[in-house]
């Protein structure tokens, strides 16, 4: 059905916009911190909770006017959350992906009729996706010197702004680790 | 170590765990801006109770730069095991997510359990019907119909000031909310107590559909021990513990620009780390909207001895001076406040805060204590071990 291909799409756009102005408004929190943009942060902090209705409510303008006269059909949203759910098979981040999906689906039913059946009360791809956590962390080895091991973690942990004094911070960070 | 740093108000955060001998320590390297150019590193943490206070749900949202955010949520887990993922999700930004998984969570846990619900312990809330489960971390808190004089204000008010909330910057000292709509609950597992006292004070939110009971609003918090009752059971040194700690709850509010407005010790609770949290919102204001005034003194003998006051009162005047009154019955706790935090009482203390927020000043929350911090001495370099 094409219509219906066209409505979880759009839920799944909406949602993949959302994620990367969230994304976004993140990435610059690192070079407010340099500035020392303190007001920044906090206003960027509040534009990204914002962020969600905003787009919750973007993407309702465009279901609605997909879906027509079926936008309030249960049997419709039935087979959207079943298609929806395979479109996002294989997403990394399918479990926000599912929550974005059942706000639409709350902003029409207005938080009335939640049902597994037409939204995801549950995930049938389970609760989180099979994450490999080892491509997140880096790992340090101490092969000598734990000063040098510091220095080596300090300096891939810098910023555009130099350390203060990054030997002082070496010692303290050595000292509490020995106590 | 996780590979990316995680901001938040002033401060970076790198966050990792250590592996030695078998056996696993976590750890946080707090980053902060001198604003003179460089940065510093401002202590090292260890342990998952001290990361655990650092995505504490009393504290605003990280930045952190994870697109595969499943991925950081894994890892912080297994450095806090104790810390429901919801509240993960939540401390990195997807607020939103947090709560479906609270919900999949509360499902689970209802299925696994049989205990029924009670009315939350503590002094009943005349705006809020509070309920829980012994079994359960959690409380859910109703709007009341009708809110117990002398409160005068409507639920869309008190709706606004949880809002308010969810955006502020907590600062370490306001509970995170989560807001519900039509959250249906399995009859059975109400005691006529709660159910008689939903109906009876909260009807037009409370529906019954068979086995279902449809509770049409209602907001989901971390339980804690209300301040009074911790301070009825509490060794002397845990007195002074958690005077000291809600002395600062006060102070970083207002820091935050917020003014409790009701500062009853019942509208505190502490954690499960000692932290005092402030968690009835229905009369804060921001700071800056306050207007901090000393009683004037009595003109006449009979000013001083009339029942009302001799003065004309504005409906945001404050006068600390009568802050006393907030310990109402607890003068062993109030004795212990009064050597630590009595600045509060002066007009002066509140009103150089403001100054400071309308200059522009953003404050330090260390998610930590003070006396923690590195030195920042500049130490004679030795040759190590």
Known sequence: MEK????????????????????????????????????????????????????????IEYVQVIAGDELRELDF?????????????????????????????????????????????????????????S??????????????????????????VPYEDMQRDIVCIREAINN | MLEHHFFRNKGAYVVGRIYSGGRSMPFVLPILHNEAGAVY???????SDMVSVLFSFTRTYFFVDASIPSQYVLFLQQLMPAKPISEIYSAMGYNKHGKTYYHRCAF?????????????????????????????????????????????????????????????????????????KNL?????????????????VAPSLVEEHGKAVVIKHLYVERRMTPLNLYLRNASDAQVHDVMDEYGNAIKQLAAANIFPGDMLLKNFGVTRHGRVVFYDYDEIVPLTDCNFR?????????????????????????????????????QRARKVFDQLHSDIYEVSFWKGLQEKIHSGYV??????????????????LTETA
């Open chain 1, 4 to 59: 219906l291909e066209r409505f979880v799409r759009t839920i799944l756009n909406g949602f993949e916009s959302y994620f990367a102005e969230f994304q976004n408004v993140t990435l610059a929190a690192k070079s407010r911190f340099e500035n020392a943009d303190w007001l920044g942060i906090r206003a960027a902090s509040i534009q990204r909770i914002d962020l969600y209705k905003a787009n919750t409510a973007k993407v």
């Open chain 1, 77 to 133: 949203w039935r087979e959207a959350r079943d298609r929806y759910s395979e479109l996002i098979e294989g997403h990394n981040n399918f479990e926000i992906a599912e929550t974005f999906f059942n706000s639409v689906y709350c902003a029409v039913f207005k938080h009335r009729k939640i049902r597994n059946e037409y939204a995801f009360v549950f995930s049938p791809l389970g609760d989180m996706p099979p994450s490999d956590v």
């Open chain 1, 135 to 160: 491509k997140v962390y880096r790992t340090y080895r101490l092969d000598g010197q734990l000063d040098e091991l510091l220095e080596r973690m300090l300096a891939d942990y810098a910023f555009s």
């Open chain 2, 41 to 47: 590193v401002d202590t090292i943490l260890f342990g």
């Open chain 2, 108 to 180: 689970r846990h209802m299925q696994s359990t049989t205990d029924k619900f009670i009315i939350a312990p503590g002094i009943k809330g005349m705006v809020m019907l509070v309920f829980t489960m012994p079994s359960y971390d959690f409380v859910f808190k109703v709007i009341k119909d009708r809110f117990t004089p002398p409160k005068d204000m409507t639920r869309e008010q008190v709706m606004a000031k949880y809002a308010l909330v969810k955006r502020w910057d907590r600062a370490g000292r306001m509970a995170d909310t989560q807001e519900f």
């Open chain 2, 184 to 200: 249906a609950f399995a009859r059975d597992r109400f005691s006529e107590e709660v159910m008689d006292e939903l109906h009876a």
């Open chain 2, 294 to 330: 000393e009683i004037p003194a009595p003109r006449s003998e009979a000013e001083e001895m009339a029942s009302t006051p001799w003065y004309s009162v504005g409906p945001n005047d404050i006068f600390p001076e009568e802050f006393s009154l907030f310990f109402s019955g607890n």
């Open chain 2, 363 to 380: 404050e330090d929350f260390f998610p930590y204590r003070r006396e923690l911090r590195f030195s920042r001495q500049p130490v004679e």
